[in-house]
Structures are given as structure tokens and as C-alpha cells.
């Protein structure tokens, strides 16, 4: 895509591209926070299960117990993390800002082919998509963060 000709759009695509990084970094983040406390969550829980399993088949009933014990308090601990801090739903809002942002530029880039010098008027109207997908990110975070209280 060439350099816009208007520099409001040209200080527009400058934001949206930030923005783009900043939700990415965002993305992955709450994607790693979500992801592993679940699959360490599940994995534990299994193990549980076999260490109960085991404790009618083998002489060292006392480990198991005491192991499958403290391994349902670490899914205990690890569960409230993951209920109070709501990682997977920040995940899923940034993934849709990302989205979002990604369609925004492709909008702008295809409107651009052929040389089509846009009006500040366009411009506006890109603009208020871009504040409605930061509008719209800031809410989640908002409304997931009151659920949490």
C-alpha cells in the first residue's frame, strides 16, 4: 500500500498499526495466561484420579492420599486464578480487536487501489470505526473486570 495522501489518514493508519502491535501483544498473552493454567488445571485433575485409582491397588495408600490431596489444592488455586482474573475472555475481545483492526486496514488499503485521494470526511469515518473497535475492547476489559468483583 503507498503512502496515503491525505496526512490524517496518513496519522490514522500510523495508530491503527499501533494499535495492531499492542493488540498482539495483548492477544497472546491473555491466550498464554488462558491456556496453561487450563491444561495444567486438566492435567492435575487426571492425575488425581489415578492417585485415588492407585490408592486401592498398591501399599502406599498414605502417598497417595496426601498426593491427591495437595494436587486437587493446586487445581483449587489454579481454578480461582483463572476465575478471577477472566483471561479467556480478554483473550476473545482482543482476538475480535485484532480482527477488527486487521479489516480496518484492508478497508482503507482497498478503497486506496486506483489512487483514490480521500476526503477528511472519509477519513472521519475510519476513524470512528477505529475508536468504536477501541470503545468496544475497553468495555470488555471493563465489564470482565466488574464481573470479577
Not at 81 to 103: D, H, L, M
Not at 109 to 125: A, N
Amino acid at each position: 500500500m503507498d503512502e496515503p495522501q491525505n496526512p490524517r489518514l496518513t496519522y490514522l493508519l500510523e495508530n491503527i498499526n499501533y494499535e495492531i502491535g499492542q493488540v498482539a501483544k495483548g492477544h497472546a498473552y491473555y491466550r498464554r495466561t488462558s491456556v496453561w493454567p487450563f491444561m495444567i488445571s486438566s492435567a492435575l485433575s487426571a492425575l488425581v484420579v489415578v492417585f485415588l485409582g492407585l490408592n486401592n491397588f498398591l501399599c502406599l495408600k498414605d502417598w497417595f492420599q496426601m498426593a491427591a490431596l495437595l494436587l486437587t489444592a493446586m487445581v483449587t488455586v489454579l481454578n480461582a486464578y483463572s476465575g478471577f482474573y477472566k483471561n479467556r475472555e480478554n483473550w476473545v475481545a482482543y482476538t475480535v480487536a485484532q480482527t477488527e483492526f486487521y479489516k480496518l486496514v484492508f478497508d482503507i488499503g482497498y478503497d486506496e487501489q486506483g489512487g483514490h485521494v480521500f476526503t477528511d470526511q472519509e477519513v472521519e469515518v475510519y476513524r470512528i470505526r477505529y475508536q468504536a473497535i477501541l470503545d468496544e475492547l475497553n468495555n470488555s476489559w471493563k465489564h470482565t473486570r466488574k464481573k470479577t468483583k
